[in-house]
């Protein structure tokens, strides 16, 4: 019996074989990502009901020196939860118990696998919320969030994970499978060097995150909507600066291009919904108090119209704004592109969401610059984002069968990396570095004069995981690591020939 097997066994013998599955038919799908990535198949996949449950099977890993993959919901896009080598997938959807929830000290403390969603179900009822809202919101867990430090749709005003979490606990790849409880239930906590802010983000290559305290804030006492839509991409770019210029936060600042505004159409009233969409769509959201809403929404309105919107749609609250439909085409986004390419390339063409971020100051040139790279590199572009944070997503399919086509695409990806941290942003805003940014990662950094920092990176993930079991090889690359390999993306979306 080799090691593995026998570690799976261990497994199911403390654990119990319903938490402990190797059928092939289940572990294969834990070794995928919507974006198309795949990994390998995991030995088994298990689903541990406990903090103590999840130290056993760290321990015995780490004894195994087999590698172990955590996975929240698998709604990642940038390769952090696939498997790149034969190990351990550890779910933690077994996990969704809301520990604690106190509105007086304005916390929640939820274990790893509680869905966004739902999170916010029961903040709801006590007239809170937790801020952080991605796309995926209604399948995406807290360990998750944590580990890819997520951002959304409200991250024009709330920020991300990182400004929301107040402490982790955590399971370090030892011996001891040691229990780490960081941070505090508190705004004020100091505590030497700040180990939670460390993990948020780390993509679980540090520890295995089992819960989070999260700090809630009040709902919005009320909240207009409007949908612009316009002729010109730069006449709305330039309405979002303006509106920024004339000191309103948005809760919500999104938009999309023509291109995607057509595909998303098309499926919103498939559905039954939607509005007359024509041109690019330009979605805020401002809060406001109740008596002050109608003179707010048409003081908005008015501002919209003056800035090159030939039609604006707008709504009194948000729960007019859901009946009306003005949400629905920019949560079509994604699933729309996917339906088109897959009609237009066939099943199987893989639609990938860029994630970078430039000041808003500069996300006109970094919108042109997109749009001529795409032209260059002969791709049907679609474009949209947060564009309140300058959070861009850049949006092409492309056949991963079809090497020249793959080869242009990677091409495309590299070149918006470089555009970005050219215009002083970041090549990844909320999907993380997983194994498709780990090269542009080491791009920024090096532009920045900060190559240094992976050296302390890597030093770093030695000290909290010296055997490199927790999600090896994700956002550090080794020095060798080409594009052409796991590190640039090729050989993951397994076109033939090239891995």
Known sequence: MTSSSMLVERLKSRLGPHKVYSDEAITLLYAREPSGLRGVAPYAVVF??????????????????????????????????????????????????????????????????????????????????FPVDPASASVATVGGAVNTGAGGLRGAKYGTMRDWVLGVEAVLPDEHGTVLRLGCRLVKCRQGYDLTRLIVGSEGTLAAVTAAVLRITPLPEHVVVAAAFY??????????????????????????????????????????????????????????????????????????????????????????????????????????????SWERKGVGALVYVEDIAVPPSK????????????????????????????????????????????????SFFEDVMRLAVKLGGTVSAEHGIGVLKREGLRMELEEKGAAKALELMAKIKSVFDPKNILNPHKIVAPSSAGRREWGGGFGAWGVEGAH
């Open 363 to 410: 996300l006109l040139d970094a919108v042109r610059g997109i749009r001529q790279l795409a032209s260059h590199y002969g791709f049907d572009l679609m474009l949209g984002g947060h564009i309140g944070d300058g959070n861009l997503h850049p949006i092409v399919a492309f056949n991963p069968r079809d090497r020249g086509e793959a080869e242009r695409a990677l």
């Open 48 to 129: 541990p009901e406990s903090t103590e449950e999840v130290s056993f099977i760290v321990r015995e890993a780490y004894r195994a020196e087999t590698p172990l993959y955590l996975h929240g919901s698998g709604s990642s896009l940038s390769g952090s939860a696939v498997p790149l080598e034969e190990g351990i997938v550890v779910s933690f959807e077994r996990m969704s118990s809301i520990r604690e929830l106190s509105v007086v000290d304005g916390f929640v403390e939820a274990e790893a696998g509680v869905r966004l969603g739902e999170l916010n179900d029961v903040l709801a009822a006590k007239g809170y919320m």
């Open 231 to 340: 002729e010109r991409l730069e006449d709305l770019v330039e309405a979002s600066v303006e509106l920024r210029e004339r000191g309103l936060q948005p809760l919500m600042l999104e938009f999309m291009d023509e291109p995607s505004v057509r595909a998303a159409a098309v499926m919103v009233k498939a559905s039954g919904g939607g509005l007359e969409a024509r041109g690019h769509l330009l979605l805020v959201a401002l809060e406001t108090c109740r008596e002050a809403a109608a003179e707010r929404l048409e003081s908005l309105a008015s501002m919209l119209k003056t800035s090159g919107a030939h039609s604006v749609y707008t709504a009194i609250s948000m729960k007019e704004a859901e009946e009306r439909g003005l949400l629905a085409l920019r949560r079509a986004m994604y699933p729309s592109h996917v339906k088109l």
